[in-house]
């Protein structure tokens, strides 16, 4: 099991739904006692605000800059930012450490975009509504349009969060009010909403009818919520859902590979063979990567039937592209499991099938060949 670790205490209210729900997740993956393992860095968030409201996130970076090394120092394989409004900083982190950052605007925009939508009303602080850190990923990375509400209702939005919400507070008015907003959107046919802050313990949407929520908290327990929920005013929380998957197999060491994924490596895998550029073909793996081909008996003399690392492998092949100066291959089907791809295509031995294996990179680990 890898372990997380979480750079959370903004505000710690957002902070404890990622422990207790990683935690709920591992119980149900794994069952018994089994828990998560967690390094958790908890930042003072009085110092954290007072820097953000003064416009100084060169200071904030650096603070969220030292706890990640600490995580890191601390054995932890991969972070997780327990906040939407200090991936401002994301750039800072990731680039203080060499352990991966989970950012949670990606899985953000692919949900949405798989519920079928193209336009999203965004709510969250005034910087994660009006700054370009998140509304610019969404639009520049994914293609997505986004729109935040007008000027007053951004300055409700924020105090409410900061002045509430970071308190555990939740006063009626103020669902009333985040209602209104969400009824303005519906009114302008927008059928998305993205509730990017982790605080909102609203509901409101769930009385609109046809109003699709979206939350980015990664680990909601939407699940058996969902199923109670009548299907056509349901504040579906698929994104929460997908992100708590992804993240526990990253802890798990599962790579859930989609079927996007999978069709553009196959795309990129046959045209570099068609192509004959053995540096295209080798950027798909990791240096250390093995291939196990009965070929390679035949060809090489290795009785294993197996190569290992890029030099080796790559030597092979760049025989096989000499040897067989009409190489080409033509893709029959993609098939995606947990952690790998299987090719079949057609090639000069006829139908062919090849399985890939891939690191949380999207590397190629091991590579098997079967012909007929």
């Known amino acids: 099991m890898k372990i997380i670790g979480l750079i959370g205490g903004m505000s710690w209210e957002s902070t404890v739904p990622y422990y207790r729900q990683i935690n709920e997740t591992i119980k149900e993956r794994l069952g018994g006692l089994h828990s998560a393992k967690i390094v958790l860095y908890s930042i003072d968030f009085h110092d954290v605000e007072r820097l953000q409201h003064a416009g100084d996130w060169t200071a904030a970076g650096t603070m969220l800059s030292e706890a990640a090394r600490s995580l890191e120092a601390a054995g932890s394989d991969f972070l997780v930012l327990c906040t939407n409004t200090m991936h401002k900083v994301a750039p800072s982190i990731e680039a203080a450490v060499t352990i991966p950052l989970l950012h949670i605007a990606d899985p953000t925009a692919a949900e949405i975009k798989q519920a079928g939508h193209s336009t999203v009303g965004l709510l969250g602080t005034r910087f994660t509504m009006e700054e370009a850190f998140y509304r610019d990923r969404l639009s520049d990375r994914h293609g997505l349009q986004v729109i935040v509400p007008n000027a007053e209702d951004r300055d409700t939005i924020h105090r409410i969060i900061y002045e509430e919400l970071c308190l555990g507070v939740v006063l009626p008015d103020s669902r009333s009010e985040y209602r209104r907003i969400m009824e303005v959107w519906h009114h ?185």
């Open 188 to 372: 302008k046919a927008q059928k998305a909403l993205f509730l990017g802050a982790q605080k909102y313990p609203f509901s409101s949407a769930s009385k609109i009818p046809g109003f699709r929520c979206l939350t980015p908290r990664p680990f909601t327990r939407g699940l058996r919520q969902k199923k109670r929920l009548p299907n056509d005013a349901q504040p579906i929380i698929r994104e929460g859902l997908r992100k708590r998957a992804q993240l526990l197999d990253f802890a798990l060491g599962v790579i859930m590979i989609d079927k996007a994924f999978a069709d553009h490596f196959a795309a990129d895998w046959i045209a570099s063979w068609n192509k004959h550029d053995l540096d295209r073909i080798l950027s798909h793996y990791t240096d250390d990567f093995e291939l196990s081909s009965p070929v390679i008996i035949k060809v090489v003399g290795e009785q294993s039937g197996t190569l290992k690392g890029k030099k080796a492998v790559g030597s092979y092949w760049a025989k096989a592209l000499q040897s067989v100066p009409n190489l080409h291959f033509e893709l029959v089907a993609t098939l995606v499991g947990v952690n790998s791809i299987t090719l079949y295509y057609n090639g000069v031995r006829g139908p062919s099938a090849e399985v890939f294996h891939f690191n949380q990179d999207g590397k190629v680990t091991r590579a098997y060949a079967h012909y007929l």
